[in-house]
């Protein structure tokens, strides 16, 4: 089936500081990705739509110069936090839309943890 | 707008014992449906998926939904669970603009 990885996994940070999360469809190219933020036991809150080759679509209260979003091929999407701040810290899953198929399969996430 | 609804917050089942998880979605047109599993820690595994045809639908680990038109509904299924079922299942929705939608999930606990 078709498989979306995240790297990192893990990641800890100092607060201020950008990270940088990449998005990748490994079997299948994928025009459209999503980036999800999820809350401890709580559901997925659709952050930003990513197309490639165009700008990404934010979510209402998404900050777009806080949470920057490229999508430069049709296998990698990347997240980068900016300054990051400690209730930036959370698991950012990605998604991976495999147009023939209409079905949308998920990264394994990454967890941000920002002191 | 669309929304999905997953009444059940957690839901304890004995090993062995069936499962069904309930999902309810509201959407004028025909939707398309998925059930997503998540195990502690982990991202989300596609379980099974509806977009037309046959309303009863297999997916892996042995999971089944059946979609009803007239309850709104998308109910998962399972005739006997096992130990490592215990995870989050999550119900899904499409939008026309191809956003997912997600029901708020169900805690699946699995009793010895």
């Known amino acids: 089936g078709a498989v979306v990885s995240q790297h990192p996994s893990r990641v800890i940070c100092k607060s201020g500081t950008s990270v940088k999360i990449e998005c990748r469809s490994l079997?299948?190219?994928?025009?459209?990705m999503f980036w999800y933020r999820q809350f401890p036991k709580q559901s997925l809150m659709l952050m930003a739509t990513?197309?490639?080759?165009?700008?990404?679509?934010?979510e209402q209260g998404v900050e777009k110069d806080k949470f920057l979003i490229n999508h430069a091929s049709l296998t990698l999407s990347t997240l980068t936090v900016t300054s990051a701040h400690p209730e930036d810290s959370s698991f950012y899953i990605c998604?991976?839309?495999?147009?023939?198929?209409?079905?949308?399969?998920f990264g394994p996430g990454t967890r941000l943890l920002v002191l | 707008a669309q929304s999905v609804t997953q009444p059940d917050i957690h839901i304890t089942v004995s090993e062995g014992a069936s499962l069904e998880l309930r999902c309810n979605y509201s959407?004028?047109?025909?939707?398309?449906l998925f059930w997503y599993v998540q195990s502690p820690g982990q991202g989300l595994q596609l379980l099974l998926k509806?977009?037309?045809?046959?309303?009863l639908v297999q997916g892996i680990k042995g999971f089944e939904a059946e979609f009803k038109r007239s309850q709104s509904s998308f109910n998962l299924r399972k005739p006997s669970v096992h130990w490592s079922d215990a995870a989050e299942y999550f119900c899904?929705?499409?939008?026309?603009?191809?956003?997912?939608?997600f029901g708020k999930g169900t805690r699946l606990h699995i009793l010895p």
């Open positions: 998604s991976a839309r495999d147009s023939p198929t209409e079905t949308q399969y």
């Open positions: 079997d299948f190219q994928a025009t459209t």
């Open positions: 990513s197309n490639e080759g165009s700008k990404a679509t934010y």
């Open positions: 959407y004028g047109a025909t939707p398309y």
């Open positions: 509806y977009f037309s045809g046959d309303t």
């Open positions: 899904a929705v499409v939008q026309g603009d191809d956003k997912i939608i």
